[in-house]
């Protein structure tokens, strides 16, 4: 606190002339003016209003999941050619799914021939089935719980 200091209002260990004597003959003792100050003292403490409780949950739930499965089948089938031909053995050639390969073979005449004995024509086929199988998915969940210090208020979120 800070006071400003008036010169009429302090005495300074002088008694106050009366109004009928203009000078002071009369001296006394110094006057004690006690000075107060206040201070402040603050402290923190701790105080525990509640808590909270964190509590994990993993769940398992079933579900079919369709995986479509290809399977390949092939078909083969023998077709007789029995033609000659002037060159080596023609190549495989494809005809759309179909792949076809010469089988050749020498036969003896007056000449030395190739004679295309026959062909297989293999055909590809494709087969989707369906395969349902049961797989398990987990899932976690939090519940959290709010506990009062005494235990007798718990909340839950």
Known sequence: MNQERHPENESYGRAHPSPADPTPQNQTQPITIPVIEERVHLEKKVVEKGSVRLTKVI??????????????????????????????????????????????????????????VEELHITKNKVQTQNVQQVNLRKEEIRIERLSPDDSDTTSY
């Open 59 to 116: 769940s398992e739930q079933e579900v079919p999941v369709n995986i479509p499965l290809i399977q390949e089948e092939h078909d083969i089938q023998r077709v007789p050619v029995n033609q000659y031909v002037d060159s080596p053995p023609p190549p495989i050639r494809y005809e759309g799914d179909t792949m076809i390969i010469p089988i050749v073979q020498e036969v003896m005449v007056v000449e030395k021939r190739l004679m295309v």
